[in-house]
Structures are given as structure tokens and as C-alpha cells.
């Protein structure tokens, strides 16, 4: 009888199969052998494609002339530093006594490309293939992946859309940087100084690198109004003015909104009004609504949700979030984390108090205890916790219930996330949180105010969650503090205050937030409700967000604060933005970047051929890059990308009175040729929660020190002064005022 061999996609998972599958081989070269079967593994991608010099070597030199490049067949070749793995994974495939392949990479496209590659590089006449697809690495999940193992046909249109998806980028890549490079590269290099530059552009790099310059430039021009409320104060509570069709304001133009004034003399006038014939003020109390308002827990965890939440509260990037979880999931601790859904499957929904059992021994063993003894799963499947229609390839990641013993082991950070995902799956099974409400509006001649008040009744989900954000009053305050009220009393007015009010600008993606932006076409949902609701097409995909915005990063593009997670476009980025958006926008507008995901995920459900995909894409290039050969709009091009305002600081060094530049670095003295040492290092700035703004940097150029908020918002009191390092001068400080 003829061998299985089992292929994994890195080594520790080989291991972990092997193991499972009780294989007691040998560990050979690359593999491991026993009687009836053996066990071999990728290194990640063995195979990828090749670059255009690979086609013809004339064309490793950019020029305009072999633009675009778009070749008919699709060259791939073996990656030059994994070339032994492959040939040891090549024997293995080739092997006469070999009769099943189980592919046992991971079970996603980018899993099934790996796999893909490889077979298309060695020959396995005849041999039979199966692809073992599981949510988790338990040993129960492996071997039912091995025994429910599909046909790898069955997987094909997965296939597709792998191989769609890299020559996209591919085509798109190439192409681009080399048209974009070879006209605006010395434009490029004129503005910032520097000796060469390329131009990197990719399908889903450039859209995001759009969204965090758009949003920059909404605040840089963002203009601040102040508007003055007023409140009326008695017995220590203040009521608040809000305008309605009674009021003699009711759309008057003195008001900025429903319950402010443009100006100050007309708070002060409307003051004047409710004291005059009204001394002392009298107010009546016309309404006192009392509501209840109720809160399920949340959806579970999908991977974009919790790399949001640990940007949050952990303040680390998405793409340390997502190495996490990797460790997490081959410790087997939690399900498949590269995930969009945010429900689960009713096939385990129908299993989940295994789940819930493997975690008695956990740190919430009594909440365990209680959501078992009370079988508060046993209904799980009719909530909207469960949802097949909502699952794609993979449920929401949960804890397995297995590999607890192991929690102690595991680093701090990993400790901290498995605990969240502990906490939100263990939620599901809590009762709703309550809120009580009350709200008192009271009249004084034609104006009305209200006193809204909170409290929250039943905490329910939220002693799980352990949001600590609730900071309303409790239930017997609430009472209290509002029992002597009553409808139709006269209370009498102490007093009037005017409070200033001003508008904010929109704030800047963090990377979490700009992960959440990324699943829904560009578009914030700021509130985790509204979420649960909508659910848009995306710009990447689960396995890819964290990896391009490190990208981003890597290339100097943007940056990434790393205490604040915050996200600012760097000068070069701005640059490359303005050079995309005059000539050829379609690449950063978020909806038509994810109508090319959505085209992806159509040929991996059949939906259509994947022929009609590459025309669409082939088509698209060869116009766009044709467009820009024609160079007819370049100089025009040029004088618009010139003349917007770069937002260069224009401040002077404080040494020698030079100028001011930037690199990613610092910002430094155009003098330090001459032995200028003036420097204001940017990760300074970082450390103390600012962010890098070279207004701020101007601000602090013309004087000697200033007050700034942080994105803490406390205020940092920042000045210029001798610095340790190297005995530059440099920007600095953290006291309070
Ligand atoms: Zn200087």
C-alpha cells in the first residue's frame, strides 16, 4: 500500500501534525518518515514570480517604452534562499510510493497558494490529493480535518483567486512604481532634497495611504468655531438650553445649533430675557421622563476587531496583534485567527460547552461554572451569536477550551490578548447590561432646559468585559438625587452660567482604527453597534491589513507613533498622494480598491471566471499607463504638485539661524555640512505623545517653550534645550504646566 504524505506550511506545524497522527519517524532531511506515511513542510512561500529581467533582460532597465508590462504567460520560479526545503518537499511529492498528498497548509487563500506553487513546480501523475481545511489546531479539529479531507479540486476556485490576487498585485505593483518612478522620481527628488527616489505603489498600499493623507489635510484645514451654551443652575444641578419651536430663538440666526449661540452678547441676551419681569427666576418643571435602555454584549472577536482593540488598550500595532494570535493558534488556546466573521457556526455552537468546559480551569472558573451549570449555552444557536449565512470560510475566533495548562507559560502580551478573547467569548453567554434613564425638562417663560442623568441598573456582560469606561452614577443616586422633582413644581433659578462650546476636527486613524476603515471600504464606523450591523465590502483582507501598514511604515510613507499608535503621512507620502491623485486617482479611492476584493472573492465562490477578471484588470493598466505615457498633462501635473502647499516647516535653526529640514528621522539644520548640530529628533516628539506636525515644530521654533496637548490630552510643556544625545540641541519635556 502507498504512503500519505502531509504537507504543512512550516515546520512547527508539521511537527504538531506528526505528532498528532502518532508518526514516530525518523527526522530526515527536510521530512519525517515512518512506516505508512510521511510528514514535510513549506517554509512559507518556496515559490513566487518572477521579476520582468526574468522575461527579457532588457527589460531590467525602467523605461516607458516596455510599459506596460503585461505578459502573456506568467513566469514563477523557485525563491533562491529556500531552494533545499523545496527540493526536500520536491522529493516528497515525486515519490513513487507516495499515493495521497494531504495539504495541510494553512486554511486561507494565501495557505492554499503556498501549496499551489509548489505542485506546479514538481510532477505528481496520478497521485491523489486531498486539502485538510480546519478552524484550529487541536488535536481533535486536526484529525477531523485529515478525515473529513475534501478533494483538492473542490478548492480550485480558491486557487484562482490566489493566483488572481498576486498577479494583481504583481501588475499593478510593477507597473505603476516603474511609469510613476520614471516621470515624477526628479520631481520627487527636486522637493525633498534627496539624490534618487522610487516611487512604490501597490493595489491596497496607495488607497490606505490616501485615507491617512485625506484625513491630515481634513485637520491641517480644519477651522475651530466657539459657540456659547447656556445652563441654567438650581440646587446644584445644571440644566441645559436647548432650543425648540416654542422659543423665541427657534430658528434664529443668532443660534450655531440647537443649543448654542453664535456669539457671547447673545447668551448673555437671552439671559437678560428669562431674569426680566422674573426675579427671582422661576422655572417650572413641565416633564420628567423616565427610560430604560438595554445592551446585548458584543458580537465576538473577528481578527480587524481585536486588532482594534489591543491598538487600544495594549497600544500595539495590528501586525504584533496578528503575530500574537499566530502563537496563540498554534498553541492551540484559540480557534483560526485570520478571520472576517464574527459569529459562529451552528455545527459549534451545537459542541461549544467543550469549549466552555476546557476553560473551568481558567482564571473566570466560577463565571465558567455558573454558564455550565445553568446550560446557558443550550441556546446559544437561535442568538445572533450564531449565524451561517455570516461565515465565509472561518467563525470568529473563540478559545478552544484546550492548551490552559500552557497560559502560564506564555509571554505577558500573549497572556493579556487571550485573555481578552477569554473575556468576549465568555460575554455571550452573560445576560444584557441596563441602563436607567432620566431626563427633567423645565421651562422658564418660553425657553426650555434639561438635566439628563444615567445610571446603569445591571451590569450583566459588562462584569466580564470589565469595561471600565462606565462611569455613570448608580441606580440609588439616580433616585435620590432627583426623587424630590416633581412634575408641575415651580423651582426657583440660582443662577445662569455661559459655557464656551467649540468644534473639533476629525481625528487621525490610529492603527486600529485604520484596520476597522480597511474592512468597511474606507469608511469609520466608530461605533462597535452600528459595526455589528453594517458590513461592507473591504480593501484587503483579514491576513493582509496588518502587513501593508507596516509596509507603509517600512517605506517611510507614513508613521506609526509608537507610543500613541497614531498615524500621520510623512512628507513623502503627502508627495506620492498629490502625484496618484493627479494622474491616476481610481488607485486611492476606497470603494473601487474593494471592488477588485469583492471580484476576488466572486472567483473563489464561482461566481465569475476568472478570464473575465484578468480583461477587466489587463485592460485597466494598459489604459491608465498608456494614459500616462502620452505625457501630454505632465507639466501641467508638475506645476499643480509644486504649488501645493507642502507644509514644509519654514521655521530657522536656533544655533546659526539656517534652515529647517526633514527625513524621517529628525528635523535638522541645512548648516550641518558646516558642523550644525541642531537637531529635533522626531522620536522625542513620539515619546512625549505628540505627533509629528511641522506646524507644531514652526510653533516651537519662534519661542522658547510652549504648552501642548498630547493625544493623551494632557497637556506636555515642551521647550528646546540641551540634549544628552551627542550634544545637539533638541526638543524635549514632559512636566505638567
Ligand atoms: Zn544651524
Not at 339 to 345: F, G, K, M
Not at 639 to 645: A, S, V, Y
Not at 701 to 707: A, R
Request: net charge neutral.
Amino acid at each position: 500500500m502507498g504512503k500519505n504524505l502531509y504537507i504543512a506550511e512550516k515546520p512547527s506545524v508539521a511537527m504538531e501534525f506528526a505528532r498528532v497522527l502518532g508518526i514516530k519517524g525518523m527526522k530526515r532531511n527536510g521530512y519525517i518518515e515512518s512506516e505508512d506515511s510521511v510528514v514535510t513542510w513549506c517554509v512559507g512561500h518556496l515559490v513566487n514570480m518572477s521579476y520582468p529581467e526574468k522575461y527579457d533582460v532588457e527589460l531590467k532597465k525602467w523605461k516607458v517604452e516596455t510599459l506596460p508590462f503585461i505578459p502573456d504567460e506568467f513566469r514563477y520560479e523557485v525563491i533562491e534562499n529556500v531552494k533545499n526545503q523545496f527540493e526536500a518537499v520536491k522529493g516528497q511529492l515525486e515519490r513513487k510510493d507516495v499515493e495521497t498528498i494531504y495539504v495541510c497548509t494553512d486554511s486561507g487563500r494565501e495557505g492554499e497558494y503556498i501549496y499551489r506553487l509548489v505542485d506546479m513546480m514538481v510532477v505528481t501523475n496520478g497521485k491523489v490529493k486531498k486539502r485538510v481545511w480546519i478552524d484550529s489546531q487541536t488535536e481533535d479539529e486536526i484529525l477531523r480535518g485529515i478525515r473529513e479531507a475534501k478533494d483538492l479540486g473542490e478548492y480550485d476556485n480558491l486557487s484562482s483567486a490566489a493566483y488572481l490576487r498576486a498577479i494583481e498585485d504583481y501588475l499593478i505593483g510593477i507597473n505603476c512604481s516603474r511609469i510613476f518612478t520614471i516621470i515624477y522620481g526628479n520631481l520627487i527628488s527636486n522637493i525633498l532634497n534627496t539624490k534618487y527616489s522610487v516611487i512604490a505603489v501597490g493595489r491596497v498600499m496607495t488607497c490606505v495611504l490616501g485615507m491617512i493623507v485625506q484625513r491630515e489635510r481634513e485637520i491641517r484645514n480644519f477651522v475651530k468655531s466657539v459657540y456659547y451654551k447656556v445652563n441654567a443652575v438650581s440646587c446644584g444641578n445644571s440644566f441645559k438650553y436647548k432650543v425648540d419651536t416654542e422659543s423665541i430663538y427657534f430658528a434664529s440666526p443668532k443660534l450655531f445649533n440647537e443649543s448654542g449661540f453664535n456669539k457671547e452678547e447673545y447668551a448673555h441676551e437671552l439671559i437678560k430675557y428669562l431674569k426680566e419681569d422674573n426675579e427671582p427666576v422661576k422655572a417650572m418643571i413641565e416633564e420628567i421622563k423616565k427610560t430604560k435602555e438595554a445592551r446585548n454584549p458584543p458580537l465576538l472577536y473577528n481578527l480587524a476587531e481585536l486588532q482594534n482593540d489591543c491598538s487600544k488598550k495594549m497600544k500595539i500595532s495590528p501586525d504584533e496583534t496578528l503575530k500574537i494570535v499566530q502563537e496563540l493558534y498554534e498553541k492551540k488556546l484559540i480557534t483560526y485567527p485570520r478571520t472576517d466573521a464574527r459569529v459562529l457556526s451552528t455545527s459549534v455552537a451545537k459542541e461549544i460547552d467543550k469549549n466552555l468546559k476546557g476553560l473551568i480551569n481558567y482564571k473566570f472558573k466560577e463565571e465558567v461554572g455558573k454558564i455550565l451549570d445553568e446550560k446557558k449555552y443550550e441556546k446559544l444557536s437561535r442568538t445572533k451569536y450564531v449565524d451561517d449565512k455570516k461565515i465565509t470560510d472561518h467563525y470568529a475566533i473563540i478559545p478552544t477550551g484546550f492548551g490552559i495548562g500552557g497560559v502560564d507559560r506564555l509571554g505577558e502580551q500573549q497572556r493579556i490578548v487571550f485573555e481578552l478573547i477569554v473575556r468576549r467569548f465568555l460575554a455571550i453567554f452573560f445576560e444584557s447590561a441596563e441602563y436607567k434613564k432620566i431626563t427633567i425638562k423645565i421651562k422658564i417663560k418660553t425657553e426650555s432646559f434639561y438635566l439628563n442623568s444615567k445610571a446603569c441598573v445591571k451590569r450583566g456582560y459588562l462584569d466580564i468585559l470589565d469595561d471600565s469606561s462606565n462611569d455613570d452614577e448608580d441606580e440609588n443616586n439616580l433616585d435620590n438625587n432627583f426623587s424630590s422633582f416633581k412634575k408641575g413644581q415651580e423651582i426657583l433659578v440660582d443662577d445662569f452660567e455661559i459655557k464656551e462650546g467649540e468644534t473639533t476636527p476629525p481625528k487621525r486613524y490610529n492603527s486600529g482604527t485604520i484596520i476597522l476603515a480597511m474592512e468597511n471600504a474606507g469608511k469609520l464606523i466608530e461605533d462597535e453597534d452600528l459595526r455589528e450591523q453594517i458590513k461592507g465590502s473591504g480593501i484587503g483582507t483579514s491576513a493582509t491589513r496588518a502587513e501593508i501598514l507596516s509596509k507603509l511604515e517600512r517605506i517611510e510613507y507614513i508613521n506609526l507613533n509608537k507610543k500613541t499608535q497614531i498615524l500621520t503621512p510623512t512628507l513623502t507620502g503627502e508627495i506620492i498622494y498629490d502625484i496618484v491623485k493627479c494622474s491616476m486617482p481610481t488607485l486611492l479611492e476606497p470603494e473601487f480598491t474593494a471592488s477588485w476584493e469583492k471580484g476576488l472573492s466572486m472567483i473563489e465562490h464561482g461566481v465569475i471566471e476568472k478570464g473575465d477578471y484578468m480583461q477587466k484588470l489587463t485592460g485597466y493598466i494598459e489604459k491608465n499607463i498608456n494614459k500616462l505615457k502620452l505625457k501630454k498633462d505632465h507639466k501641467m501635473i508638475f506645476n499643480q504638485i509644486l504649488n501645493i502647499p507642502r507644509n514644509i516647516t519654514k521655521g530657522k535653526c536656533k544655533c546659526c539661524n539656517g534652515e529647517i529640514q526633514e527625513n524621517s528621522k529628525a528635523f535638522y539644520c541645512s548648516n550641518y555640512k558646516n558642523g550644525c548640530e541642531f537637531k529635533i529628533w522626531k522620536n522625542e516628539l513620539e515619546s512625549i505623545g505628540v505627533e509629528i506636525d511641522r506646524k507644531l515644530v514652526d510653533d516651537i521654533l519662534g519661542k522658547d517653550s510652549m504648552v501642548v496637548k498630547s493625544a493623551g490630552a494632557e497637556d506636555v510643556y515642551v521647550s528646546i534645550r540641551d540634549s544628552k544625545r551627542g550634544g545637539v540641541m533638541i526638543l524635549l519635556a514632559n512636566e505638567n504646566k
